[in-house]
């Protein structure tokens, strides 16, 4: 059987080669086969070893992962005013002469992109984000699949006029035995230990929250989300599949990503899908509302029926239902939403939940949705434009790809984009974590400080802080 996959691969990558000389124009070549199990973990380990930039997505509450290792093509715009619409123009003609060998069909096979966009493109970067675009997506040179039980690899090269089929052959041949070697024991370090930690202008942070709900008494502003950062620093460098991993594990109702960029890695386990896309089925959920869970279970059902009737938090939630619905009315028919919320429970958080549906129109994809929702008032405030601008001109941090979309999308018309909250950008033996609150006319600074204390807690367990 192996004899017979190895074969057809051949034969496919020897015709590709051959299409790419004939008509002179260089093309994407694509090779999808299905495969024994292998650990995700330990692909990304192997790809560290062959010093490959590395991918990683693992839905929420489904048997759905992807890993990638190298960039066999890369996206990227550094036109802030039309990034999705660039993205979605060079994804197309990419695909457009793709030669693909794909037989399965199955989401996250075949061409898939994954990647992502900076929170707000009309803040400057700062220094803490300097490996990361406006927007970026790869289109990883081998991608591990694990969808419903079975796995699947994928190779993709670039071939350009002028290479030889030998080359490209040996090449692929051996990263590929590379990669998928189970013989070898994953690489393990001593424990990852935080050695020092240290809130970025806390108190600043406070004033900011201060300075937004004297601005919203004074116009037509309702909710203004404000975030910040926490810097911590270990006793040696973070294994990324490690904390990837770990991360899976401690966090199965959430989206897991990893984006690695130079020597930073972006990674998170964010509860807040955006946008999933199949075909013309699109999901949406709006998350917002947060409170703690409970040590028992009399004080968490407790917990979740004030969550469900503080008006704070209704109000918060109905501000995304809102405009999520609207969002979904201008590029969608059929939108169906719940009248009133639920409540959804993760390991150490709870929030206000509605699931949106829709089918998506005929003229638009996946980033039609995404550029229409980002960001949502759980991440930006409302209305839209007057909330970024006061962050842009006063908050104290530059998110970066925090609270941005990030995704993953195929040749198959299937994607998924979530809401990068819960992250940290992992820089070699030092991480940057990022929380926010959506800030209200009445909201009390403290018990602000107090819920990002809460949205913190996850990502610092995982770094080994108690």
Not at 378 to 407: H, M, V
């Amino acid at each position: 059987m192996i004899e017979v996959k190895e074969k057809q691969f051949t034969a496919d990558l020897k015709a590709a080669v051959q299409s790419v000389q004939t008509d002179q124009k260089d093309k994407l070549f694509s090779y999808t086969e299905k495969i024994n199990q292998v650990s995700l973990y330990r692909f990304l380990e192997k790809a560290g070893v062959l010093e490959l930039p590395r991918t990683f997505w693992s839905s929420a509450n489904e048997a759905f992962q992807l890993a990638g290792a190298g960039h066999a093509f890369e996206l990227s715009t550094e036109d802030c005013r039309h990034r999705y619409e660039q993205i979605e123009q060079e994804w197309n003609a990419l695909l457009a002469d793709a030669i693909i060998y794909n037989p399965y069909q199955t989401s996250g096979t075949g061409v898939v992109a994954l990647g992502g966009f900076s929170f707000d493109p009309l803040k400057p970067q700062t220094k803490l984000w300097e490996n990361f675009p406006e927007s970026h997506f790869s289109i990883p040179g081998y991608i591990l699949t694990h969808a419903d039980g079975d796995y699947y690899l994928t190779i993709n090269r670039f071939i350009t006029t002028g290479e030889a089929y030998p080359a490209i052959l040996e090449e692929l041949q051996n990263n590929r035995q590379e990669l998928l070697d189970n013989t070898e024991n994953l690489h393990h370090t001593s424990k990852l230990c935080v050695q020092r930690k240290k809130e970025i202008a806390p108190d600043l942070w406070k004033e900011t929250i201060k300075k937004a709900t004297d601005v919203m008494k004074k116009t037509a502003v309702d909710k203004i989300v404000l975030a910040r950062e926490v810097r911590v620093h270990f006793n040696q460098s973070a294994n990324i599949p490690d904390l990837l991993k770990r991360l899976v594990d401690t966090q199965p109702n959430s989206f897991v990503f990893g984006y690695e960029m130079g020597e930073d890695c972006f990674l998170g386990a964010t509860p807040e899908r955006l946008v999933k896309v199949k075909g013309n089925d699109v999901l949406s959920t709006c998350l917002a509302g947060t409170a703690p869970r409970g040590k028992t279970v009399e004080e968490d059902e407790q917990i979740a029926s004030n969550l469900f009737e503080d008006p704070k938090n209704r109000e918060e939630h109905g501000y995304v239902v809102q405009m999520i619905r609207s969002t979904m009315e201008a590029y969608c028919t059929e939108v169906v939403v719940p009248d009133e919320p639920v409540v959804h429970q993760y390991k150490t958080l709870q929030h206000l939940y509605t699931p949106v549906r829709a089918k998506l129109k005929k003229e638009h994809r996946i980033f039609s949705i995404v550029s229409g929702l980002h960001p949502t008032p759980a991440l930006g405030g409302t209305p839209r434009q007057d909330a970024l601008a006061f962050i842009r001109d006063n908050e104290l941090l530059d998110r970066g790809w925090y609270g941005a979309p990030i995704g993953w999308m195929d040749s198959n018309h299937h994607g998924e984009f979530a809401v990068a909250l819960r992250s940290a950008l992992i820089q070699k033996d030092a991480a940057s974590l990022f929380a926010g609150c959506g800030i209200v006319e009445d909201s009390d600074p403290e018990s602000e400080y107090e819920e990002t204390k809460v949205k913190l807690m996850p990502m610092l367990s995982v770094l080994g802080v108690d």
